[in-house]
């Protein structure tokens, strides 16, 4: 009976298909400056991301271990965050069923619950420039850090969403 279901999910799922399983808004935050991710860059409140993971074909799954992600818009879903040579910008999510990989990301966890956030589209990983004031230069896509030590500026927290909370009641 678990063979049937598996068969029957990954049938339904596609090669390319989300779990859509209710997922929790998540914030993206770097270790480096505390710089919140924005999927609105008009709008500073627009910092909150739905994260999904993506099945990949065995050949990609083999490659990236800790499987993918998208970052969805939280109030357009079918926006995602996607990587365009060396920034960021927000595209499509559905670009993947054609073979675009720019919106699938790959989370790679480090010894202190920071990650380093891995583009499939280019092997590399979203960094800080924490040097620069000029908004649109402060993320970049670089080579990811394999050495013993990570510099701050490639490691990311995924964090609750940013929204009002009240405490919890004894």
């Known amino acids: 009976m678990k063979k049937i279901c598996c068969i029957v999910t990954l049938c339904v799922v596609g090669v390319f298909g989300t779990t859509d399983l209710p997922t929790s808004a998540v914030s993206i935050r770097s270790m480096a400056t505390g710089y919140l991710l924005k999927n609105n860059t008009k709008k500073a409140k627009s910092v909150n991301w739905e994260m999904r993971e993506v099945l990949l074909p065995g050949y990609l799954a083999n490659k990236y271990p800790f499987g993918a992600v998208q970052f969805h818009d939280i109030k357009d879903p ?11 910008q927000i595209d499509k999510c559905d670009m993947i069923q054609a073979g675009d990989y720019r919106s699938l990301f790959s989370i790679l966890p480090t010894t202190t619950g920071a990650v380093q956030i891995l583009s499939i589209a280019n092997d590399k990983c979203l960094s800080i420039n ?28 995924i964090a609750p969403a940013v929204v009002e909370s009240k405490v919890i009641k004894r």
């Open 78 to 88: 079918s926006k995602c965050l996607a990587n365009n040579g060396s920034w960021l």
């Open 130 to 157: 924490p040097n620069t004031k000029m908004i649109n230069k402060i993320l970049e896509i670089q080579t990811c850090q394999t050495a013993q030590k990570i510099d701050m500026q490639w490691l990311w927290v």
